[in-house]
């Protein structure tokens, strides 16, 4: 096992996992998998940008401790969450005879995890899946709850299942071959654990910013916490019937931006949610739920981090305000056609806002266009 490395369990019964956080797992994930998964057949699924990063390790790893693992590796970006892509992933799993009882192990970032994971949730009925995440974004969020998913034309990952990993394998070090953009749009995500119902973690992240982005010791602790707070919301509502939801702070608007700049690089995921939590705490002030001072000093602590925060920002066009409604009504947290939002009571104080009147949300799209 490794000899320095966070540990956080979530406790699912028959299906509990830990979450392994360190600075050389992906050199030691050989050991690892082999104390834990003997035997196993392994089917690996990355992108051409992490193969070329990050691959030989993972390879020369499992490799030395006796696994002979198929490699799958696809086009890198938000567009490979595809039908295609789900396909080809799939056909090459059966093509190399992977079983049941085989490993499908997810190296990549947050788009890798989604598609990886929802193969291994239908190929051969449900097979082991292992999340090693190589960006921030991943390691913090989509990697850990069992969320897995690809985007369809009319929305963003509206077709997927809940299918937990057995284990995630989150090693720092992959952290370091980010650029400042992607390690950004990844802090976002760790902010919206605290702007939930941490406002303690909020305000240590304000304070320790500068030392997670330049990698000292309060990265590893934010990723745990993050982590944590993560696994705490599945334990309590593993399929989002309930309070999970509220880990969508920010992302009805996000995935309506994502929708409208066609998931490309226009907009990463983090910048769309950084927009989002922004645009929701706005939109709370406004209906008098939170206090408008809450959303200058968290719109300027993600400026700090280099993160777009108003509806300006997003380059190009996204349409007029009927075009974003209308994407944000295709959110899978609308309920009979009747919109659903995360809002706020103020930072650490989110809560789901049902039935939001829509006249209400256009109008106030409307004047954050030109804000």
């Not at 966070?6 to 600075?23: C, E, F, M, S």
């Not at 790893?61 to 490979?80: A, N």
């Not at 968290?298 to 305000?321: K, S």
Request: net charge negative; hydrophobic share 40%.
């Amino acid at each position: 096992m490794p000899t320095s490395h966070h540990t956080v369990h979530v406790p699912l019964g028959d299906r509990a996992y830990d979450i392994l956080i360190g600075k050389r797992l992906l050199d030691e994930a050989g050991v690892i998998l082999a104390e834990r998964f003997a035997r196993a057949r392994i089917g690996i699924v990355t992108d051409e940008n992490v193969a070329r990063a990050q691959l030989p390790r993972l390879l020369a790893s499992l490799r030395q401790s006796g696994f002979q693992p198929v490699e799958i590796v696809l086009s890198p970006g938000e567009s490979t969450k595809s039908y295609a892509h789900l396909e080809r992933t799939i056909e090459a799993l059966l093509e190399a005879r992977l079983e049941r009882g085989d490993l499908v192990v997810a190296l990549g970032g947050g788009v890798i995890g989604d598609l990886a994971g929802f193969a291994a949730s239908v190929t051969r009925r449900g097979m082991k899946l292992v999340q090693i995440p190589t960006s921030l974004l991943a390691q913090v969020d989509s990697s850990v709850g069992g969320k897995t998913a690809i985007n369809s034309p009319h929305g963003k990952n509206l077709i997927g299942a809940f299918h937990q990993p057995s284990l995630v394998l989150a090693d720092q070090s992959t952290l370091d071959t980010l650029d400042e953009r992607q390690f950004a749009a990844g802090y976002a995500e760790v902010v919206k654990y605290g702007l939930i119902d941490d406002e303690k973690f909020y305000f240590w992240l304000e304070e320790h910013r500068e030392e997670i982005f330049a990698g000292g010791a309060a990265r590893a602790e934010a990723i745990a916490r993050s982590c944590a707070a993560k696994a705490r919301f599945v334990v309590a509502d593993e399929t989002e019937t309930g309070d999970r939801a509220l880990l969508n702070l920010g992302h009805t608007f996000a995935h309506a931006l994502e929708k409208l700049t066609g998931y490309s690089d226009r907009l990463l995921h983090g910048e769309a949610v950084s927009i989002g939590m922004v645009l929701a705490h706005r939109f709370s002030a406004r209906l008098g739920h939170a206090p408008s001072q809450d959303t200058g000093r968290i719109e300027n602590h993600l400026r700090q981090a280099g993160l777009p925060t108003r509806l300006t920002d997003v380059p190009g066009d996204i349409g007029d305000t009927d075009a974003l409604l209308e994407a944000i009504g295709q959110d899978k947290k609308v309920r009979r056609g009747a919109l659903t939002f995360i809002l706020t009571r103020g930072i650490g104080r989110a809560f789901i806002e049902h039935d939001v009147d829509r006249d209400t949300v256009w109008q106030f799209l409307e004047r954050m266009r030109t804000r």
